[in-house]
Nanobody, 129 residues
């Protein structure tokens, strides 16, 4: 069946960087929008970033815009998230997630928890001084 395997998390200091990966299988990766969602300790799920099947249309939460970069490599069925200039408040479990659509051009309204059809197992990012 469908699998999304997240990796790349770790413990870093403020200002440092990480790169998260998500390897997908069991479906045609290039047909679907994919995303990163996170859950800080004691808080609700928060959309981080998303990329359409078109590979061009991206979305970023205001809290990460300019610091994080989402990309995809359809040939490798892989979703990536580059996290730069990490802050203490970026500490969270980060999940790769597949959306129910391929392309959506309505901005933030595209990205709701109920639009997620599959989840990765999550990878922990801890930013600590």
């Amino acid at each position: 069946g469908v699998q999304l395997v997240d990796s790349g998390g770790g413990l870093v200091q403020p200002g440092e960087s990480l790169r998260l990966s998500c390897v997908a299988s069991g479906f045609t990766f290039s047909d679907y929008a994919v995303s990163w969602v996170r859950q800080p300790p004691g808080k609700e799920l928060e959309w981080v970033s998303a990329i359409n099947a078109d590979g061009r249309t991206t979305y970023y939460a205001d809290s990460v815009k300019g610091r994080f970069t989402i990309s995809r490599d359809n040939a490798k069925n892989t979703l990536l998230l580059q996290l730069n200039s990490l802050k203490l408040e970026d500490t969270a479990m980060y999940y790769c997630a597949r959306l129910s659509f391929g392309n959506c051009y309505s901005g933030s309204s595209c990205y709701k928890i109920e639009h997620i059809t599959y989840w990765g197992q999550g990878t922990q990012v801890t930013v600590s001084s």
